[in-house]
């Protein structure tokens, strides 16, 4: 007498676990027990009927990948048939191990199996087999699906195998679920913000160089962009083998984002540098020709006759006269000190170039503006 049935069909199961999200799912057996057939008509044609799991055998069929116990209530019924067949149908919450591949993270598809073996029997013991193929699945799954939020459902296949673990040879049936990530909430959220942040670094070379708003402003867009960074972070998982290639977007704009903050510094620094050398040295020559702020000197010298001889002293002036003549001696003075200054700004002129390292600024922004 054979104890074991020698055939187990699986139902199409339709569960997934990625990143701790669970789903509920329900798998169908059956299974063929010729000691339990009957004639419908000797039994009042009564084709099927329901009897408790503890009083009949059943396969003891689990799923590899399942990390944690099943928290459902076993189905405490099943089905036998007049033919002898005999169905249970399980609930389930499964929470299942997945390797995610995120490289083109949010346009990736995720690959994952469900494989279901028997635990302690042999295949000659229980031979597992498909209920249905995979194309007869996949129909079957969408119309099922009705509300699918973050993944969107592929494709499915079922396969059988043979294993063999230390020579215990065992019947599998694999089931491959292929998911689809939606892309379009985290291209609103995440991508075009990212852009937007690099629009706004772009717009501050209209900011003028010579107020501290232009550095701060850049300050502020790379921090923003550094928070966005924090938030992939939370997103991606880290048991990924390669770099996706949204971090490397991230990392390449945040990279040009900090050459341009290090431009707008350097920018700064020779605009400055140039300005202060120029008042340097248009104070050093002013003093190499004897002339000082503040200090007007005018020597007059007339074939040797002192000032009093060449401004004769009218001693019968008024004194508003001489008042008058006093005003005009200081604005003799200003135009004077204009002279000497246009005289010095001539002769400097062509020693050397105008703003030197304003000229190294201005070449520095061309080369440097396709990367800013």
Known sequence: MNTFPPLSHLGNSKCICLKKHFFP?????????????????????????????????KPDITIKEMTEKDRAPPNPFLVIRNDGE??????????????MRVYKFPFDIQTCNLSFKSVVHTDKEIQLVGHLNSSEIVKRTHKLMHNQYEWLFVDMTVHSKNINVFDFHQSEIIYTISIKRRAGLYIINFMLPILFFVGLDL????????????????VTVLLAVTVMQLILNDIL????????????YCIGIFGLMMLSLLETVLVMFLLHKDTKEEANKE????????????DVSIKNNYLGET??????????????QLMEESRDFEKLSYELRGLVKMLL????????????????FQAFYTCSSPIG
């Open 345 to 360: 700004n001539s002769r400097t002129e062509e020693a050397r170039p105008a703003g030197y390292w304003k000229g190294v």
């Open 25 to 57: 799912c329900f798998y169908p057996q059956w299974w063929k027990n010729e000691f339990l057939t009957w004639d419908p008509n000797d039994f009042c044609n009564i084709t099927s009927i329901t009897l408790p799991t503890e009083l009949l055998w």
């Open 86 to 99: 005999i169905e249970i149908t399980d609930d389930q919450v499964l929470v299942s191990a997945c390797r």
């Open 237 to 248: 998982p880290s048991s990924s083998n390669r770099i996706p290639l949204i971090a490397s």
């Open 283 to 294: 104070q050093s020559m002013i003093e190499d020709c004897g002339y000082k702020e503040g």
């Open 203 to 218: 717009a501050s070379f209209m900011i003028s160089d010579s107020s501290g708003e232009k550095l701060g402003f850049k």
């Open 307 to 320: 000032p009093s001889e060449v401004l004769p002293v009218v001693k019968e002036e008024s004194s508003s």
